[in-house]
Each structure stands twice: as structure tokens, then as C-alpha cells.
């Protein structure tokens, strides 16, 4: 038997068009979209498509482009919400509509955004302080535009078989660790802002894969980091390990976390560093103090010769 819906508190407003109810994977709705529903492709305007890393690794492969142009022919750059990550959208066309969608439907359906796959059922998922081994709470919603009729359609299914009928399942497998990036930057706020040189790294790694793969093979990467023989194997051929491989990079270097290993002789070499530039900092101070003392022994000097 179906779990009962949990009624959504606090939804005085709806701009979003979200119905105000929890639903479960056994949660039943009625909806269908077709080529016969009188607004098929209205929902391909006017919208923002945040692609994930997935959603550009899948469409450049399918359009048998190179990520460089895929993103210059057909997305915007721009900031993650309450984030300083950058992004990318899709670039919609002069009349605001999806570059890929015709009057017949979308030109890239089989490999299509998740974004568009999810509609009308959205997911959301709490993760308190984007924190690592925190199980998240876990339900989804519907959205209910007025201009959809797919809602009047006769086809009803549970949530579980809407999911598994669009393909989102490996979506959801391949988007949550970047989701899960992008959460914990979430919460720590403005405070805290990535350097410049993150934003790009994170750029890079978020949209081109084969840039990503040169820098790991063709700059001092393997010099810091100790990654087994195995890992270096696949990540050299293989995309969706490179793209799993790359969460954990960002991980690593953007908050710290130990998915990957810095060698020990970079870390002493780095601890040197520092120890060294403590040592200078030091000396500097001295240098400045004897120098601010030698000024005040002059002044002190030369109003006694007044005198």
C-alpha cells in the first residue's frame, strides 16, 4: 500500500507552481506528454536548463562535439544559485525557446537534460550542512504549470514508474556527488569565497572532461597526488570514471576531504615552505624593528645635539 502524502506547511505563495504535498515513490499522479497534448513543447521556452556535469558529458557525446564548442554554440555561463560556482545553461534561441526542441519534439531526446527528464516531478533533498556521512531526507513534488495539460491526460502511474520510464535513476546516480558539491558550498554561506584560481579549476572539471584528463596526464597532478595504477587505467579511457573520479578531486581540493592522497614528500616539501617563509617573515620583522629603532636612537640624538 502506498505511503499517505505529508501535507507541506508554510506555502502561502506558490510562484513555482509546486503542489503543497511530500510525495514517496509509491505516490500515485495522472499525467502524460505527447505529441497530441494541444501544449506539447510549450515547456521548452522560457526556462532555465542548469545543465549538470552528466547533462554535458551525454549532449556533447551525442552531438559528436568537443566540449569546448558544445558550451560555446549552446550554453550561457552563470552562477549556481547561492553559490560562487559557475555554471553553465542552456542558450535558448531568439524567441526563448530550447535550441534542440522542433514542432515535431527534441532533437536530443534520447540523451536529453536531466532537468527535462525530471518534469513535472521534482526531488528534493535535504542534506543538513552538506556534510559527509549526514543521510539526507528524501521526498519529491509535482509541479503543476497551468499551461500543461499533460495533467488531464488518463495515464496514471506511481512516482517509481514516472522515474523509471524517463531514466532518471542514472541521472540521480551520476549527479548526486556534484549535487552534493554544490550543497556543502551552499552552506557555508558568502563568508567564504572561493579564490579565482577555484572557480576556474571547478569550471573546468565541471565542463570539459578531456581538459580535465590532460591536466591530471600532462601537468605535475601525478607528481602530488598518489593515485593507484588501476584508478589511472580507467580514468585514461573511461569518461564516467573520469567524471566520478573528478567529484572526488573537487572534493579533495575544494574542501579538504581525503579522497585523494597528497604524497609525503609534497607535504614535507610544502611544510618547508612554510617553515621557510615563517623563517623570512620573521627576519623581515627584525629588520624592520632594528631599522624603526635606529631612526628613534637618531631623533633621540639629535635633539640632545639642540640642547
Request: aromatic share 10%; with cysteine; glycine share 4%.
Amino acid at each position: 500500500m502506498a505511503e499517505k502524502e505529508k501535507s507541506m506547511s508554510d506555502y502561502e505563495k506558490n510562484p513555482s507552481n509546486i503542489l503543497p504535498q511530500k510525495y514517496t515513490l509509491d505516490s500515485k499522479i495522472k499525467f502524460r506528454c505527447h505529441p497530441g497534448v494541444s501544449c506539447f513543447t510549450a515547456c521548452c521556452g522560457n526556462i532555465n536548463i542548469i545543465l549538470t556535469p552528466f547533462d554535458i558529458l551525454r549532449l556533447r557525446k551525442y552531438l559528436k562535439l568537443p566540449a569546448q564548442e558544445f558550451l560555446l554554440r549552446f550554453t550561457t555561463p552563470m552562477m549556481i544559485e547561492k553559490t560562487d560556482m559557475p555554471g553553465v545553461k542552456l542558450h535558448l534561441d531568439e524567441n526563448g525557446r530550447c535550441p534542440f526542441v522542433t514542432d515535431e519534439g527534441c532533437m536530443i531526446y534520447p540523451e536529453r537534460p536531466s532537468a527535462c527528464r525530471y518534469y513535472p516531478v521534482g526531488m528534493a533533498n535535504f542534506h543538513e550542512g552538506g556534510q559527509e556521512g549526514v543521510d539526507s531526507e528524501q521526498f519529491f513534488f509535482l509541479v503543476k504549470e497551468p499551461h500543461c495539460k499533460g495533467h488531464e491526460e488518463d495515464k496514471v502511474w506511481t512516482i517509481r514508474e514516472w522515474r523509471a520510464d524517463q531514466g532518471v535513476d542514472v541521472c540521480d546516480e551520476m549527479n548526486r556527488e556534484w549535487l552534493e558539491l554544490v550543497m556543502r558550498r551552499k552552506s557555508f554561506g558568502f563568508q567564504a569565497t572561493l579564490s579565482e584560481q577555484a572557480k576556474k579549476m571547478f569550471f573546468m572539471v565541471s565542463t570539459d572532461l578531456d581538459k580535465f584528463r590532460e591536466f591530471i596526464f600532462k601537468s605535475s597532478f601525478l607528481n602530488t597526488y598518489e593515485i593507484d595504477q588501476e584508478t589511472l587505467e580507467k580514468i585514461k579511457e573511461d569518461d564516467i570514471e573520469l567524471l566520478r573520479f573528478s567529484y572526488k578531486y573537487l572534493r579533495s581540493a575544494l574542501f579538504g576531504t581525503k579522497d585523494l592522497k597528497i604524497k609525503e614528500e609534497k607535504i614535507k616539501a610544502k611544510t618547508e615552505e612554510i617553515k621557510n617563509q615563517q623563517v623570512s617573515k620573521e627576519q623581515e620583522a627584525i629588520h624592520v624593528y632594528e631599522e624603526l629603532k635606529a631612526e628613534r636612537d637618531r631623533m633621540l640624538a639629535a635633539k640632545q645635539n639642540k640642547k
